[in-house]
C-alpha cells in the first residue's frame, strides 16, 4: 500500500481554526509544535519567540527527539546571533519562496568556488546553528517586517527531502502562526488588567469572533488582522489625544473590531463563500450584517460602546455608506477606523472573484479616498505607519 497523502491546504485550515479559539500563548505554541510532528512526521520540532523586553530569542517549546542537554527555558539566542542575523537581513536569493532555509541549500552554497567568502563565512555559522538545534528547515515567521520567531524542523521521521507541497505549507503556518500568538498575547495582557466577570466577557468574545471565522472560508485570519492594526491606528492616532484614546477606548475598539462581521452569523454560508460576484439580492443581504450583528449583541450591556463600531463601520466620510447614511463627524470614531483597517485587509487579501493588491497599492487607494470613504484622520494614521514600514 502508498503512503497517505494529506490534504495540506485542508490541515491548514484545521489548525488556523484550533489557534483561534486558543489564548494562552505557552498552549498554542505546544498545539502547533504538536501538530506539525504528528501532521508532518519530522522528528522534532521547535520554536524561537522573540522576548521584547532584551530583544532574544528564546527556545519556547520543543517537541520530537531534540537531544538538547540544556532545559529549554533556559536556551537563549542572542538578537547577533547569525541565524537571527541572517533572517533579518533577508537574503532572499538564499531562501526556498523567499521564506525558508534549507540545510542541505546552504551547505551546497558553501562547496562552491564562486560564493563570496564574506557569505560563505555567514553561512556556515547558520549550518553550525542549524546543527546546535539538529535541525534541517527554518521557517521564519515574522510580524510587521520583524522577526517574530523561527520554526525549527528537524528530518522526516522516514528519511525522505521535504517536497515543495510541505514546505509551502510550514511558510503558510507560519504566517498564521505570527497572528495567533500575537492575538493570544494581546489577550493575555488584557486579562491580567481585568477582573473575573471581564475575562468571562472577553472569552465570550474571542468565541462569537471564532465562529464567524468558522463561517466565512474567504475571510479566514481577517479578524485577528483587522483587530491588530486597529489597534495600531488608535495608538497612533492617541498621540493627538491621549483623552480621547484612553484605555475604555482602546478596550472597546478592541471588542469591536474583533466582532465586526459577527452579523454574518445570520448570513447564508452559500452567499459568504460564493465563488463570484454577488447579484443585487445577495449584496443586499450582505449590507445586512452590520444590524444582524447589533442584534445579536444588544442584550450585552458591556459592548454599549462596542456596538457603535459595529454598527457603523461601513458609513462613509461622504454620507453615503450604510446601514444609515451617516457622515463626517457623525460616524463614531471607533467605526471609522475599523473601517480604514477592514478595507486595508480586504483589499490585500486574494478572493475567489479578484486577486489582491500590493500594500502600497492599498494604502495609495486608502489615501486617494480620504474624506471620501475613509476620516482622513485615521487615513493619514494608515499612510504614517505604512511609511514607517509597520504594515
Known amino acids: 500500500m502508498g503512503l497517505m497523502r494529506i490534504d495540506y491546504k485542508k490541515e491548514l485550515e484545521t489548525a488556523a481554526k484550533r489557534m483561534i479559539l486558543v489564548h494562552d500563548p505557552d498552549v498554542l505554541i505546544k498545539m502547533i509544535v504538536r501538530t506539525i510532528v504528528h501532521k508532518v512526521?519530522?522528528?522534532h520540532a521547535s520554536i524561537l519567540l522573540h522576548r521584547p523586553d532584551d530583544g532574544s530569542y528564546r527556545l519556547t517549546v520543543s517537541r520530537g527527539s531534540l537531544g538538547l542537554k540544556i532545559p529549554i527555558g533556559l536556551v537563549r539566542v542572542e538578537k547577533e546571533n547569525p541565524l537571527i542575523y541572517f533572517f533579518k537581513q533577508r537574503n532572499e536569493q538564499l531562501l526556498f519562496n523567499d521564506r525558508v532555509i534549507m540545510y542541505d541549500q546552504l551547505r551546497s552554497l558553501t562547496r562552491r568556488k564562486n560564493t563570496e567568502p564574506k557569505l560563505k563565512e555567514l553561512l556556515g555559522q547558520v549550518l553550525h546553528?542549524?546543527?546546535?538545534?539538529?535541525?534541517?528547515v527554518c521557517v521564519p515567521?515574522?510580524?510587521?517586517?520583524?522577526?517574530?520567531?523561527?520554526?525549527?524542523l528537524g528530518q522526516k521521521s522516514?528519511?525522505?527531502?521535504?517536497?515543495?507541497?510541505?514546505?509551502?505549507?510550514?511558510?503558510?503556518?507560519?504566517?498564521?502562526?505570527?497572528?495567533?500568538?500575537r492575538n493570544a498575547q494581546l489577550f493575555k495582557e488584557l486579562e491580567r488588567q481585568l477582573d473575573k466577570k471581564h475575562q468571562l466577557f472577553i472569552r465570550t468574545t474571542i468565541a462569537f469572533a471564532a465562529a464567524i471565522e468558522a463561517k466565512d472560508h474567504y475571510t479566514h485570519g481577517h479578524t485577528t488582522r483587522v483587530t491588530n492594526l486597529s489597534l495600531e491606528l488608535a495608538r497612533r492616532l492617541k498621540r493627538q489625544d491621549r483623552r480621547l484614546f484612553n484605555d475604555k477606548f482602546l478596550e472597546g475598539l478592541h471588542v469591536a473590531s474583533l466582532l465586526h462581521d459577527?452579523?454574518?452569523i445570520g448570513i447564508s454560508e452559500a452567499i459568504l463563500n460564493k465563488e463570484g460576484v454577488l447579484s443585487d439580492e445577495e449584496r443586499a443581504r450582505i449590507r445586512e450584517h452590520p444590524l444582524i450583528g447589533v442584534a445579536i449583541l444588544k442584550p450585552i450591556?458591556?459592548?454599549?460602546d462596542s456596538i457603535l463600531g459595529i454598527k457603523y463601520h461601513h458609513e462613509r466620510h461622504d454620507g453615503s455608506g450604510y446601514p444609515e447614511g451617516l457622515k463626517g463627524d457623525d460616524i463614531p470614531l471607533m467605526a471609522s477606523i475599523i473601517s480604514v483597517a477592514d478595507s486595508f485587509d480586504a483589499m490585500t487579501s486574494t478572493r475567489p472573484y479578484r486577486p489582491c493588491l500590493y500594500k502600497d497599492h492599498a494604502?495609495?487607494?486608502?489615501?486617494?479616498?480620504?474624506?471620501?470613504q475613509f476620516n482622513p484622520l485615521v487615513a493619514g494614521a494608515l499612510v504614517e505607519l505604512h511609511q514607517e514600514g509597520r504594515l
Do not use: P, W, Y
Open 41 to 43: 512526521q519530522v522528528t
Open 129 to 136: 546553528q542549524m546543527e546546535l538545534f539538529d535541525s534541517v
Open 141 to 152: 515567521s515574522m510580524f510587521r517586517d520583524e522577526l517574530f520567531g523561527i520554526l525549527l
Open 158 to 181: 522516514n528519511g525522505r527531502l521535504f517536497c515543495r507541497e510541505e514546505l509551502d505549507f510550514f511558510i503558510a503556518l507560519a504566517s498564521h502562526v505570527t497572528m495567533a500568538i
Open 262 to 264: 459577527i452579523g454574518k
Open 301 to 304: 450591556n458591556e459592548l454599549e
Open 363 to 372: 494604502v495609495e487607494e486608502i489615501r486617494r479616498l480620504s474624506g471620501q
